[in-house]
Each structure stands twice: as structure tokens, then as C-alpha cells.
């Protein structure tokens, strides 16, 4: 059963730093893609960024302010968050494929999603 966990969300300032981590268990995704989403109150889910092999992608609004990073040994990805401003409040859902070219979704797996609020 492939199972993904998050963690790291929190309450922070505008400006601050936060660093999420997504544990994958059941499956090595380390062929294929794994990313993160999230969604805001009265939103729809929206794309933040994807690692697949050795490429990134960011949505707009985050590029320069975060970083996704995987390691594969542990089977874990982390999206490093800085310079964070209001409107990145929301749930950040980690996700994966198994196809390493559906980069922008949809993905077969999930996490729970985690919180992060961002204070201005």
C-alpha cells in the first residue's frame, strides 16, 4: 500500500521560512514524479511544484521564493518555502506518479495535506 505522509506546516510570519517533508512508503517513485499542491479556503487545488528525475518545475507565483528537492534513499521529497507571504496560506497535499511526465497532475497518490498559515 503506497502511502504518503506529511509533514512541517505550521503558523509563521510574512517573510519567514517553513520547510515541508513528504515521507513515500510502499513505492520508490525515484523514476517517477513527485510534487506538491495546495489549496486555499474556497479554492481550488492548484500546482506549486514537481520534481521528476533531475527536473523542477514551480508554478509562477513561487518561482525564486521555493525549492522542491528530493532524496532518494529516502524515499522523501521536501519543498523548501521562504520568503512566504500571505497568500500562500493554505493545505499543501503531497503527491506522486508513477508516469514522471504527468508533472502537473493528476497524481494516483496523495498525502493528507498539511497546514501552513502565513500571518501579514
Known amino acids: 500500500q503506497v502511502q504518503l505522509e506529511e509533514s512541517g506546516g505550521g503558523l509563521v510570519q510574512a517573510g519567514d521560512s517553513l520547510r515541508l517533508s513528504c515521507a513515500a512508503s510502499?513505492?520508490?517513485?525515484?523514476?517517477?514524479?513527485m510534487g506538491w499542491f495546495r489549496q486555499a479556503p474556497g479554492n481550488e487545488r492548484e500546482f506549486v511544484a514537481a520534481?521528476?528525475?533531475?527536473?523542477?518545475y514551480y508554478a509562477d507565483s513561487v518561482k525564486g521564493r521555493f525549492t522542491i528537492s528530493r532524496d532518494d534513499a529516502k524515499n522523501t521529497v521536501y519543498l523548501q518555502m521562504n520568503s512566504l507571504k500571505a497568500e500562500d496560506t493554505g493545505v499543501y497535499y503531497c503527491?506522486?506518479?508513477?508516469?514522471?511526465?504527468?508533472?502537473?497532475?493528476?497524481?494516483?497518490?496523495w498525502g493528507q495535506g498539511t497546514q501552513v498559515t502565513v500571518s501579514s
Open positions: 503527491g506522486a506518479s508513477r508516469n514522471a511526465y504527468k508533472w502537473r497532475g493528476p497524481y494516483e497518490y
Open positions: 520534481i521528476r528525475f533531475s527536473f523542477k
Open positions: 510502499g513505492l520508490s517513485f525515484s523514476s517517477g514524479v
